[in-house]
Every structure is written in structure tokens, then in C-alpha cells.
């Protein structure tokens, strides 16, 4: 039910205090440990090891070659990988999925996984792990993303949006695709994009999606070669498994979390984003969601936090935003599209300079126009999700976004953001209206005029120390990472607005930092 005028801040919901001691005795008294890896397994309630899972499947890679880039679909340009001293390697997962007895829906984007008889067909699907080449530098933990297939084809928002964050602080990423759109389902699908490299995929429907996804992070969490094949994270020790599932693959990951995750215990912790919480079984698994105001105006549940449940709404987010949408477009190096769209080969560049702009440089309009950043709310989402997987230190509460009594619209404030939500400090110290609630899925960016930029500062250094100065308070309140407030900083710094005023950068969080992330803004 939305949250009205008079219902702004999170109401906490009763704890679950049995669930917990039995939580606390099993970490006691089990003390489970995977034997390959030496990786903790964390188990809720009647949850057994995900090592336990009945079905195995073999890797088989790295895949090279093809008629296209010789690169995969998703390949990110060398230029970029070698600014943070990265690689990304693929691999061919082969195997028997099972349906679980269950009739999942179209695309598995409904709970509705009603009980039907089992059956079980094989499969060849295809992962991507993107990795620092130097171990050292890998931090521990594994994120996996169920593929994305809305647009007929795999799409990875989360490495999309949060790319450099993950690449700055030693991420190991796998995109893994699970569903048949992505595989070889639609003309638009791998196997059909590069017959050579990816002619041998095959998959027997998304009735077995949520049987493959659990297949392939149980041999990743517990990889033995003499069981799989090869251990795609060989050269690595993860200590934590997080899952991410964006709108469509978000909606799909519901059904797999209440049925599947309920049984066994492949994540320490998920991340879910832009789709509707209203039928996840919220006492599984510890949970952080992140909707758009997109999702909210649809009518998706504006659920209270829970014991393994925190939920955040983005105020003046997009469903769809430039972050992602721009990066995804055009910085495939891969996306020879020619014989799909019939369009020509997307350049080999990124222009992050002019594309990670905030509404300082100008207007946006459909499509991929919102640019409100959200890979700084990606970036603390990981952060503070992983953190909590670790942890009893739970993601910090925020409000709901605000809704008209029965009316379906926001309540914004004066420069027409809206009111409650999670809040970047740019909604708090504005210079632009970001609208999420529009028919295209992509919102829009709408400057403040220069008489009301001349109304709320008074020369460029009152906008900078304003903005520094909530900048500063979303630090400290885990809304924002350090890093991200000294990028965000920056650029505010180079925008002139309020003035022509000079301003000498001395931003707090940038003299902190300690890697290198300083080139790209």
C-alpha cells in the first residue's frame, strides 16, 4: 500500500526472534565450511549448503573466437579493463536441468510457480567472470547477475552502472545467462548473433531457468574440477556470494528466492532491483531492494523493512536511466548489431565525461535521459549489502517516497523532485528536476532555469559548500561512498553553477582515497 502524507518514515515490522536463536545455534554448533574453497556457509532457518545441491553441471572454456569481435557480447573495451587491471573470461556451463516440479510462467517473471510434473532436459548456457588479473587485489567477494532478457537479448544492468565501482575495489562479477531469449530463444539471441562462437548453445525453455541458475552458483560457490570440469574462480578465494536480479531478471529472481533459495542456501545476501516486492517471501534470505520511483507510480509495494529485509526507493530515479542505458548502447565493443537491427557496429568509446553528467550540462529527453547517477546508488547498494552479508551491520533505513492520496502521482517539492525517498545530495541541493513518473520508461532531466539557480545560490562557491556539506552528511549516513561523493564533488566543482567564481578543490573525501580512481569522473 503506498506511503501517504501522513506515512513518510519506515514502520519496522515484529522480529523474528525464534528464527534468529535457531540461526545462532546452527552458525554454533554446524560451523559449515565449503572443503574446496575454505568459504563460510551461511544457512537460515532449514536451509542446507548450497554444496548440497543435487545437480551438478561442467564448465567448459574459455570460449575464444567467433565471426563477430572475437570478443563476447558483453566484452568491455581492452582500454578500459586495463585502467583497473581486469579480464573478463567466458565459459560454456553444460548440463541436466530440472523444471523443480513446478510450471514457472512466461520468462519466469511470475511467483505463480504452481506445482506440474517434473521433467528434465539438457543445456548449454553461457557465464562471463570478470576479474582483477592480479589475485591480490581481489576483495573476497563474488556477485552474480541473472541475466536480463526484456529486450530479447542479455543485458547486465548492474555492470552497466556500476563498472568502475566494481573494478576500483576488486570485484569478481559473473553474469550469468540463465534464460532462453539470451541463449537462443529470439533473433536477437547469442546464438544467432554469432552462430561460430555460440552455435552449439542451447536451452530447453525458462521452465528450467531457475534450475540452471541454482546448478551453476552452487559448482561456483563449490567448485571441485573433478566435479565440474574447471573452477572458473581458480585463481580466487571468495568469502561471500551476493545475487543481483534487475526489473525483468529481478521479477524472476522472486520466485527462485521463495522456492529454490528456501532450500538452500547459494547466497549470503541479494540485491534486488527495479520491480515489485510485494510476493517475496521475505524471511529467506537477507534481502536489500532498491526500486525507482518508476516502479512506485506502477504500484509496486512500498514493503517496510524487515529482520533480513531493508527497502529503498530512489527519489527522482527512472526506470531506465543514462548510467546504465548510454554505457550498455555504446560501449560494447562486441555489438556488431548489423545483421540483427540492421544498424552499424557501436564505436569502441565511452565518453564518461559528458554521459556521467548530473543536469549540470544540460537537459535529457527519451530515450536513456534521466541523469540522476544512479551508479552511485548501485555503488553504496553493493557496498552496504555486502557489508550486511558479513555482518549483523544492516543497510541504514530510509523513507518512502511520497504519493497523493489516491491520485497515482508524486508529492514533490518546489523545484519538482520528490519529496521522501532514498536521496542523492544533487535532490537535495538541486539543478534539475529529474521525472521518473513519465510514459517512457526513461524519465527526463529538466535544468532549473537560471533565475531559480540565481534564487538558491549566490555565487559557484555557495553551491559547492551547500553541496559539499550534504555531500558530506550522505557519507556519514552510508548513503553515498567516499569515492563517489570526491567524483561528484569534482564535477560540481567544474560546473560554474551559481557563478564564475573559482573554487579551490578541497574536497574531504577525495584526500582519502588511496587507489587511483581519479581520471575518470
Not at 163 to 185: C, E, F, P, T
Amino acid at each position: 500500500m503506498p506511503y501517504r502524507l501522513n506515512n513518510i518514515f519506515n514502520s519496522s515490522s515484529p522480529k523474528y526472534i525464534f528464527r534468529l536463536v535457531c540461526l545462532t545455534i546452527l552458525i554454533l554448533l554446524c560451523g559449515c565450511r565449503d572443503n574446496t574453497k575454505n568459504t563460510p556457509v551461511k544457512t537460515i532457518a532449514n536451509q542446507s549448503p548450497a554444496q548440497n545441491y543435487p545437480r551438478k553441471p561442467v564448465f567448459v572454456g574459455p570460449v575464444s573466437d567467433g565471426v563477430r569481435s572475437g570478443l563476447h557480447w558483453h566484452a568491455t573495451p581492452e582500454t578500459i579493463l586495463a585502467d583497473y587491471g581486469y579480464e573478463e573470461v567466458e565459459y560454456f556451463v553444460d548440463g541436466t536441468a530440472s523444471n523443480l516440479g513446478r510450471e514457472w510462467g512466461f520468462l519466469g517473471s511470475t511467483t505463480d510457480a504452481g506445482p506440474a510434473p517434473e521433467t528434465t532436459a539438457p543445456y548449454r548456457v553461457v557465464l562471463v567472470v570478470h576479474k582483477p588479473i592480479d589475485p591480490g587485489r581481489y576483495n573476497g567477494i563474488v556477485i552474480t547477475e541473472w541475466a536480463n532478457v526484456s529486450a530479447q537479448q542479455n543485458l547486465i544492468p548492474l555492470w552497466d552502472g556500476a563498472h568502475q565501482y566494481l573494478m576500483r575495489n576488486g570485484y569478481a562479477y559473473i553474469d550469468i545467462s540463465v534464460q532462453k531469449q539470451g541463449i537462443d530463444g529470439a533473433p536477437t539471441a547469442m546464438a544467432f548473433w554469432d552462430p561460430v562462437r555460440y552455435g552449439t548453445l542451447s536451452h530447453p525453455g525458462d521452465n528450467y531457468a531457475a534450475d540452471i541458475y541454482a546448478q551453476i552458483v552452487s559448482a561456483l560457490r563449490h567448485a571441485d574440477p573433478a566435479i565440474f570440469g574447471l573452477d572458473p574462480l581458480a585463481s580466487l578465494e571468495p568469502e561471500v556470494f551476493l545475487g543481483f536480479g534487475n526489473s525483468q531478471s529481478c521479477s524472476t529472481m522472486v520466485p527462485f528466492i521463495n522456492f529454490v533459495h528456501s532450500d538452500y542456501a547459494f547466497f549470503d545476501a541479494i540485491l534486488m532491483n527495479a520491480c515489485n516486492p510485494a510476493e517475496l517471501d521475505k524471511s529467506i534470505v537477507k534481502v536489500m531492494w532498491v526500486n525507482t520511483g518508476k516502479e512506485v507510480i506502477d504500484g509496486a509495494e512500498q514493503a517496510a523493512d524487515e529482520d533480513l529485509y531493508v527497502h529503498w526507493e530512489i527519489s527522482g530515479a527512472a526506470h531506465g536511466n543514462n548510467d546504465v542505458l548510454s554505457y550498455g548502447l555504446l560501449n560494447r565493443v562486441s555489438h556488431d548489431t548489423s545483421s540483427v537491427y540492421g544498424m552499424p557496429a557501436q564505436p569502441n568509446s565511452y565518453d564518461y565525461a559528458t554521459e556521467y553528467q548530473y543536469g549540470e550540462v544540460g537537459p535529457g529527453k527519451c530515450p536513456a535521459s534521466n541523469f540522476l547517477p544512479s551508479r552511485y546508488v548501485y555503488g553504496i547498494a553493493v557496498q552496504n549489502t555486502v557489508t550486511w552479508a558479513k555482518s549483523d551491520l544492516r543497510p541504514p533505513s530510509a523513507e518512502r517516497l511520497v504519493l497523493a492520496d489516491d491520485l497515482g502521482f508524486f508529492v514533490n517539492d518546489e523545484d519538482g523532485n520528490p519529496i521522501g525517498g532514498y536521496r542523492l545530495p544533487i535532490i537535495d541541493v538541486p539543478v534539475a528536476r529529474y521525472i521518473s513518473d513519465t510514459t517512457c520508461t526513461d524519465g527526463a532531466t529538466l535544468p532549473l532555469l537560471p533565475t531559480r539557480l540565481a534564487e538558491l545560490y549566490s555565487s559557484h562557491a555557495d553551491y559547492v559548500a551547500q553541496l559539499q556539506s550534504a555531500t558530506d552528511q550522505a557519507v556519514k549516513n552510508r548513503f553515498l561512498l567516499p569515492e563517489d561523493a570526491c567524483l561528484l564533488m569534482r564535477r560540481a566543482i567544474a560546473s560554474g553553477i551559481g557563478g564564475v567564481d573559482h573554487v579551490v578543490e578541497n574536497i574531504p573525501q577525495c584526500n582519502e582515497l588511496t587507489f587511483k580512481e581519479v581520471s575518470r569522473p
